[in-house]
């Protein structure tokens, strides 16, 4: 028997046109919650499933268990082997996708309307009875070693650990989450077991199906699939404190561009002001070809292929960060045109034309990422990450258009900071004011 | 030649079969722009794509670079709009657009919610024929474009290793040369050389518009007319014919170290036939090749051998790009794991390939591979730009519509026969190129803080 508990006809109004996506909460006889969509036109089913903890969870002297542990799922599970996992799933035409973070560990999964049963019954060993055989543990470590050994010989990877080992220090965020050569390597079958006890558990588990599947389906299939995991986890560890102060790190390297990484501390999703703090981002680096950064490094110095910038909403900690590649003959250049547009930021916020403008894309933009099975059961899970009301597209819009160019100057001067701004620059830079 | 009231030729291609369940219409406009349509009515979103039949492998002598450079150039104004005006105005729709460049096509496309189509296509049409590029703007574009290479390039050994290992294989025809083109010739492209192919090239009878989402079919026609059906054809427009490969004689090899290598490997480029319209058969059995050889490393051939039974490989793989105007490649690639030389991978690569070609396709694999083609079609269905991207990429490159739509039955219909004589076919060392990835002894890449 499937109680629903709530259900919520979303009219999502997107601007211009009309999009609508109905989005049922729906709870399985054993307790499960998941958002569900049906829809039937393609007959087959998107399930995300996301595992809050993730390497987060990882102890202190096993970073990288989770990573590994997370790889090792499809590489042998209750009575078949890797290769015999593997043709079970060909055979079925189904596939699950397995994505360690540093806040979760993501399952993807789809599988054709003709097999759902075997498919779930597939991704229930992977999921509750992986074996770790020595073999396979051998043969996916050297892999995640060698991805560590190539990180540390990337230009971006370089900068990118440089900036959270220094910004977070203490916490696990300072390190990947593939953890370190010398922590893998010692990595014993103990502590794969002990990972996958504590990544994967009910009670941090979200969950969105969208696609050829009814609601007494998905409850049904959801207590098969999920009822055999652990009900807790340990405790999720503490906040972890943004702790780079502003100026450079340089980190020499050999090649024709130098590639910054730059940021400071953010603000969290649930803070009244992040909209407001949303919108500054979208003109001051967002991603787009007309951000400020973007014309000022681009379009009119020609310095750059792209720069971008974004609010980094993690579940222990926030950012503002950013990353560039230009010409190490101009490095110092790109820092000081990005510290000036800081400042600007900071001093004068933005104007009613650019809030008008940016608010007009956001809105516009909002609905059209609900566009397929599976990109829509991705964005159902991140909101019940967030802790979003399951209304929530259909205030979305609102918020962003509730923002004020007063509202825009008064976050930009409080949040946007010159003194906590912090670069950290991999290559051969030129024209640094004064390195660290 | 103005066509007012053009009489548009209109073929209707839906098929039940649950291999192409997508509902597609093509025709074609009397200037000769080819229109495809492909309707998904799940959520209020169209993709508006035009693709130009021309790209790298089209480009003059010494001018490598060209036709990216202009893809980034169209971005610019028109007679009618300022620079970036055509960006911000999709923008201004909630809408995202980009372009891309290849060796066979250039493609625009924008994503926008589907009442705006009209918008996008006023746009398009605006800048297939009214292009205005101003010196100083085209100038520090190429700065962009030298650091979009200085970033994708340079800043990868394994791109420099393509680059090396591409100019190889093709000994005469353009696809040799790098799609963002070699440096130095991307550092000499003038306004002139821009604007000189653009008008060479950019015209309807030149192009493919392909929209997919939420629309109807006649719209779309309404539409297409209104905005492109004015331009007129460009009867100047060079035949497509490109410098062919002469008979390959003689394998070539080459090792490049970078200091940026961690993990050595080997790759070998085979040149490989190309689908052809209405001969799609080889290719098909060298998609399915390279699928059984190296797809999933748990059950594909090289992965067995290699990663799980013999464990001298890190990684092991088969790629065969199957869409192309002329003929393209077939490559394998090997990471040994630490300890292993590249000689003992490369002869235990080639080992496993000559036990495969005595040995035979193990039917049981073959049919799962069949299946997951099949079912692949239903997942596809799932993402109307990847589908509007294989209409668009195969019109470009030669193929029709019909065999677009009959690419999965040619993929279900293949044997094991057929991929035996596609694999003995491709498997010739003469035609070959084999590179070695090792790491230069170099401890400027090392890292360590100032």
């Given at each position: 028997m499937l109680r629903i508990l709530s259900f919520v006809a979303t009219l999502l109004i997107a601007l211009p046109a009309q999009a609508q996506i109905d989005i049922r909460e729906v709870e399985s006889p054993g307790g499960i919650t998941a958002w569900l969509v049906e829809e039937h036109s393609i007959p087959f089913v998107a399930l995300e499933l996301r595992f809050g903890g993730g390497a987060n969870v990882d102890e202190e002297g096993a970073r990288g268990a989770v990573n590994l542990m997370t790889g090792l799922l499809e590489e042998g599970a209750g009575d078949l082997d890797a290769a015999g996992f593997a043709i079970a799933a060909e055979e079925l035409a189904a596939s699950f996708r397995f994505s360690p973070g540093h806040d979760a560990v993501s399952v993807s999964a789809r599988f054709l309307t003709e097999n759902p049963d075997e498919a779930v019954a597939l991704l229930r060993l992977a999921l509750v009875e992986p074996r770790f055989d020595p073999e396979a543990v051998e043969r996916v470590r050297g892999q995640v070693l060698a991805g560590i050994r190539s990180d540390r010989v990337r230009a971006t990877a370089i900068a990118a650990?440089?900036?959270?080992?220094?910004?977070?220090?203490?916490?696990?965020?300072?390190?990947?989450?593939?953890?370190?050569?010398?922590?893998?390597?010692?990595?014993?079958?103990?502590?794969?077991?002990?990972?996958?006890?504590?990544?994967?558990?009910?009670?941090?588990?979200?969950?969105?199906?969208?696609?050829?599947?009814?609601?007494?389906?998905?409850?049904?299939?959801?207590?098969?699939?999920?009822?055999?995991?652990?009900a807790s986890a340990p405790p999720a560890p503490g906040e972890a404190e943004f702790s780079l102060a502003a100026g450079e790190t340089v980190i020499p390297f050999g090649a024709p561009q130098s590639v910054i990484v730059f940021g400071q501390p953010g603000l969290d999703f649930d803070d009244p002001d992040y909209f407001a703090a949303f919108v500054m981002n979208e003109v001051l680096g967002g991603g787009r070809f007309s951000t400020r950064l973007m014309r000022e490094l681009r379009e009119t110095r020609g310095l750059t292929y792209g720069v971008g910038t974004a609010l980094i909403s993690r579940d222990h900690a926030n950012a503002l960060m950013g990353q560039v590649s230009v010409p190490n003959a101009r490095a110092g250049e790109a820092v000081e045109l990005i510290r000036q547009e800081w400042a600007r930021m900071a001093e004068q916020g933005i104007t009613a034309e650019e809030l008008e403008r940016t608010q007009t894309f956001l809105t516009g933009a909002y609905p059209l990422r609900f566009d397929g099975n599976a990109n829509i059961a991705q964005i159902l899970v991140s909101m019940q990450a967030e802790g979003m009301p399951i209304d929530y597209p259909n205030t979305r819009n609102e918020r962003v258009m509730a923002v004020t160019v007063e509202d825009v100057q008064r976050v930009a001067a409080e949040l946007l900071s010159l003194d906590r701004l912090h670069f950290v620059i991999v290559g051969q830079p030129e024209g640094l004011a004064a390195a660290e | 030649m103005m066509a007012k009231f053009a009489a548009v030729f209109m073929a209707v291609l839906f098929c039940a079969l649950p291999l192409r369940a997508q509902e597609v219409t093509s025709f074609t406009l009397d200037n000769g722009l080819d229109v495809v349509v492909i309707e998904d009515h799940r959520a209020p979103v169209v993709v508006h794509m035009v693709w130009y039949r021309v790209g790298a492998a089209d480009e003059p002598p010494g001018k490598s670079g060209i036709a990216h450079f202009l893809e980034h150039l169209m971005f610019k104004g028109t007679e009618t709009r300022a620079s970036g005006e055509f960006s911000a105005t999709v923008e201004a729709q909630g809408g995202r657009d980009n372009a891309f460049t290849s060796w066979d096509y250039t493609g625009y496309f924008q994503r926008v919610a589907a009442d705006r189509l009209d918008l996008m296509m006023e746009m398009e049409a605006d800048r297939m024929v009214n292009l205005r590029l101003p010196e100083a703007e085209v100038l520090t574009e190429r700065d962009v474009v030298l650091e979009e290479r200085n970033q994708v390039v340079e800043g990868s050994p394994g791109a420099i290793f393509r680059e090396i290992q591409r100019a190889a294989l093709f000994m005469n025809h353009p696809y040799r040369a790098p799609i963002i083109g070699w440096r130095d010739e991307i550092a000499a492209l003038t306004p002139e050389d821009a604007v000189a192919f653009y008008d060479a090239h950019y015209a309807p009878n030149n192009a493919i518009l392909v929209v997919a989402g939420a629309v109807e079919p006649e719209d779309v026609r309404e539409l297409a007319q209104a905005h492109y059906g004015p331009i007129p054809a460009n009867a100047a427009l060079p035949p497509r014919t490109r410098p062919q490969e002469p008979v390959h004689r003689a394998e070539r090899r080459f090792t490049y170290a970078d200091a940026r290598v961690s993990e050595p490997y080997v790759s070998r480029s085979y040149l490989a036939p190309n689908r052809r319209s209405r001969a799609q058969e080889e290719a098909a059995a060298l998609t399915v090749l390279a699928e059984l050889l190296g797809g999933n490393p748990a059950t594909s051939v090289l992965g067995q051998a290699l990663q799980f039974q013999e464990q001298v490989a890190l990684f092991t793989g088969a790629s065969y790009m199957s869409v192309a105007l002329d003929p393209s490649s077939f490559d394998l690639v090997i990471a040994p794991l630490p300890g292993v030389s590249l000689q003992e991978a490369e002869d235990a690569m080639d080992r496993v390939i000559a036990d495969f070609l005595r040995d035979g396709v193990d039917p049981a694999q073959l049919e799962r591979v069949k299946t997951r083609i099949r079912a692949s079609e239903i997942y596809a269905r799932d993402n109307v730009q990847g589908l509007a991207q294989r209409y668009g990429e195969g019109l470009a490159s030669g193929l029709a519509v019909e065999d677009v739509q009959g690419w999965p039955e040619v993929l279900q219909a293949v044997s094991a026969d057929d991929v035996m004589a596609a694999a003995r076919a491709v498997f010739n060392r003469d035609r070959a190129v084999t590179g070695w990835m090792v790491q230069a002894e170099d401890a400027e890449a090392e890292g360590g803080e100032e």
């Open positions: 650990q440089e900036f959270n080992a220094r910004a977070f220090e203490g916490h696990p965020y300072a390190a990947p989450i593939e953890g370190t050569e010398e922590s893998v390597a010692a990595l014993t079958r103990e502590d794969l077991l002990r990972a996958h006890e504590w990544a994967l558990t009910r009670d941090r588990l979200h969950v969105a199906a969208v696609g050829d599947i009814t609601a007494e389906e998905l409850g049904d299939l959801l207590d098969r699939l999920l009822g055999d995991l652990p | -």
